[in-house]
């Protein structure tokens, strides 16, 4: 089975094509840069439902160590309004482990918060968002927000943990639901697949305008076009090695369930697969957290791989 692979772009006639903001560099280079403080604002206030006045943005670092390692986690930290800290992050596709990554960086950033002899009263509501260029879920709405809740007398525990899943592909199913969401334009905007879609979205407000301003300006910018093709093959090459590893399980399981004519055999070649997968993509967050300048021990927790095996991943650099 050999998994499809597409460059994403905008299409734009005649002209080159348009740099797509589902790749995570751009998406990073518009919406987490320092100075781009409107872009994240207006988006943000858009997912969580509510006006932003104020965001800063923490990591304004991440794009210098992309420069440098070519292999980084290009999400946007941020604190929105002084108290509610965010984590979002744009991803092409969807993995067995995405969840429990997620719910690490969440984690991770909850427990920044919290200084030597701090109580626990400076813990303040965490938010981690996820734009996936994928749909894994089996509903119709593309927007999926998460929190903890009781079953059985249906009230909320806490609000400290909020997270919201975006998946892009169910756009085209929204309808009438969509007229009056002002998230929908944003969407349209990273969505966009032709020149003409993405000035529509920039039609519904002046900061996507802004936004897509800043993408043709990105997309003349000869430097900026090879940074993106080189991390569209990275993300591409990504997908194919977990799918492989995915088609590869399956095709063993077949074959055992031929030779031994139970089903069995395919069930246990899909495990088989998904382990590889999950394998590839331990190896991947080890590399990020190697480069972030985590030491072996958090490594080890994070992923589940031994030291051995992450100091074999440190000399191979």
């Not at 997620?102 to 200084?115: E, N, P, V």
């Not at 809740?149 to 169910?170: A, C, G, Q």
């Not at 055999?265 to 590839?280: C, D, L, N, Y």
Request: glycine letters at 6%; proline letters at 3%.
């Amino acid at each position: 089975m050999t998994p499809k692979r597409a460059p994403r772009r905008i299409e734009n006639g005649d002209a080159p094509y348009i740099l797509s903001p589902k790749n995570d560099y751009v998406f990073r280079y518009l919406f987490g840069e320092e100075g781009n403080e409107e872009l994240l604002t207006s988006l943000l206030s858009a997912i969580l439902g509510r006006e932003i006045t104020h965001a800063t943005i923490k990591n304004p670092y991440i794009l210098k160590l992309y420069y440098d390692t070519k292999e980084c986690i290009l999400d946007i930290k941020a604190e929105i309004d002084k108290n509610v800290q965010v984590d979002i992050e744009m991803q092409l596709f969807y993995s067995a482990e995405l969840i429990n990554r997620i719910l690490l960086y969440w984690s991770r950033l909850y427990a920044s918060q919290m200084k030597a002899g701090d109580g626990y009263h400076v813990l303040k509501k965490t938010i981690s968002i996820l734009i996936l260029d994928d749909d894994p879920y089996q509903t119709d709405d593309f927007h999926v927000c998460s929190r903890i809740r009781n079953f059985e007398e249906m009230f909320e525990l806490t609000d400290l943990l909020e997270i919201h899943i975006l998946e892009l592909p169910k756009l085209h199913k929204q309808g009438k639901r969509s007229k009056n969401n002002k998230l929908i334009p944003w969407m349209n905007f990273l969505y966009a697949q032709t020149r003409e879609e993405l000035d529509m979205a920039s039609e519904a407000n002046p900061v996507i305008q802004k936004a897509t301003d800043m993408l043709m300006a990105m997309s003349r910018d000869e430097e900026e076009r090879l940074r993106y093709e080189a991390r569209e093959e990275f993300l591409l090459d990504q997908q194919y090695r977990l799918q492989a590893a995915r088609g590869e399980g399956i095709e063993i399981g077949e074959k055992k369930g031929r030779e031994e004519g139970r089903e069995e055999g395919r069930k246990e070649g899909i495990e088989i697969g998904e382990r590889k997968g999950i394998e590839i993509e331990r190896v991947t967050i080890a590399h990020n957290l190697i480069n972030l300048g985590m030491d072996n021990d958090f490594i080890s927790k994070a992923t589940g791989l031994s030291s051995k095996e992450i100091q074999k991943l440190r000399n191979q650099k």
